[in-house]
């Protein structure tokens, strides 16, 4: 049904595309299966292991798993299943979603903010999570993590004094999987946060379209442009790279220009075809630069 995952182990991904009826364990028959079948991935954002349990129909809980601090645990599941743990609980509703995302966020969140570190051609980005800005983005970022889904990930979308958009992952199988896998929108933060340079916020194509396409603000985008990020419901933000890496790193990558129709460079649906990552982008994109690895750390201690 589930497992705990310590970060970066390979039977998260196993998991995440594991579609095995194995969750159906706990109905004796079919009739009695709740809802719509949803996989659920757990994020925990408390700094210690918490406990996650099923609650069923005549209120008795079984216990499922134990969750790392950062870690996942992915569940074969359905609409109207309830899950508790600590004091939270929390009940499937995303009908129409085949994948959600549900952070583990404690409820007097102190500000634990993992950090992350993401190598790249040109050096090492230094990042800071906030899950308090926006759950559901927060806990995807570090789900594709830990299923080493930027490995080797093109930085596509390079503009100056605009965006640096990423997240069509190198592995064919991978992308194909994550492409359909949408995560709802974040409710925006009760204050506003203006974005700056180095601000990470997820691309999108309309209401609840989030799925791994990201974005870093490049450094000098002019202050009208600023003000127009987050205006789309899908781009709260939900972590920060290093303000020094942003000059010395964001501010380094190759620029071949905006996707078209806006400018000649990459087109993101090449990238996803089978051999996109083969042919498509060293053939007509040479110098394009790469996320080599992104590895979840707490404080400067790598776990």
């Not at 299966?33 to 700094?47: A, T």
């Not at 930027?150 to 640096?164: E, Q, S, W, Y």
């Not at 194909?176 to 194509?205: E, V």
């Amino acid at each position: 049904m589930s497992t705990s995952f310590v970060r970066g182990e390979d039977e998260l991904e196993d998991e995440l595309y594991d579609d095995k009826d194995d969750d159906d364990q706990f109905y004796d028959d079919e009739e009695d299966i709740p809802g719509l079948r949803v996989k659920v991935s757990f994020v925990n954002f408390y700094p210690k292991p918490i406990t996650l349990y099923w609650k069923d129909n005549d209120g008795q809980m079984e216990e499922m798993d134990t969750v790392l601090p950062y870690g996942v645990s992915v569940h074969n599941s359905y609409t109207s299943h309830v899950f508790v743990y600590e004091s939270t609980s929390y009940t499937v509703e995303q009908e129409g979603y085949h994948h959600v995302v549900h952070a583990m966020i404690p409820p007097n969140y102190q500000n634990n903010n993992p950090n992350v570190i993401c190598s790249t051609t040109k050096g090492d980005l230094h990042i800071t999570v906030h899950p308090q800005w926006s759950p559901l983005g927060a806990a995807r970022f570090l789900e594709l993590i830990q299923v080493k889904y930027f490995d080797g990930c093109a930085l596509n979308r390079v503009v100056k004094n605009f965006l640096t958009q990423f997240g069509i992952g190198a592995n064919y199988e991978q992308r194909t999987g994550y492409r359909m896998a949408t995560i709802s929108d974040d409710n925006p933060p009760k204050q506003a946060i203006p974005f700056q340079p180095g601000y990470m916020s997820y691309a999108g194509s309309g209401p609840d379209s989030r799925t791994t396409e990201m974005f870093i603000v490049m450094p000098d985008t002019p202050p009208h442009q600023l003000e127009y990020f987050g205006t789309n419901p899908w781009e709260t933000p939900f972590a920060v790279v290093d303000p020094r890496d942003v000059a010395e790193v964001v501010g380094n990558w190759y620029a071949y220009g905006d996707m078209p129709p806006w400018g000649q460079g990459p087109d993101p649906q090449k990238i996803y075809e089978p051999k996109g990552y083969d042919e498509y982008l060293p053939q007509n994109f040479p110098k394009m630069d790469f996320i080599r690895t992104c590895r979840i750390v707490s404080g400067s201690e790598e776990t």
